[in-house]
């Protein structure tokens, strides 16, 4: 967990105090590395819920989320590195920026029910 939220850190830190976009795409790139990272660390398997009690994440929906973060690395990784404007940081941006906002408009429901319950 220790990997995920410094890098969450970090990365968000990178992309507040950029100066350019391609900054914003490292930030980014940090963020979804540090993601990897922790599913590559047994994320998955030392997963717990609320009360506490172990409750592993299936093997199948693992590798699908750190594909998908893999894939949202990749994507970050390859527009931080790339010329502003070009076919190349067009497209790797659009994927990681779908993609994060996915990620973000997925957790709205759950957001809304906490404010419910409040």
Known sequence: VR?????????LSWMVGA???????????CIMGSLVAFFLAGAARSRHDEDGKWTPMPSNISTMAM????ILFAAALVAGKSTVGSTKFSI??????FGAAVGALEGIPKFL???RLA
């Open 3 to 11: 990997i995920k939220i410094i890098g969450q850190v970090l990365g």
């Open 19 to 29: 100066k350019s976009t391609k900054g914003v795409m490292d930030g980014g790139a």
């Open 67 to 70: 594909t998908i973060d893999a």
């Open 92 to 97: 790797a941006a659009g994927i990681y920026s």
């Open 113 to 115: 029910q906490v404010l």
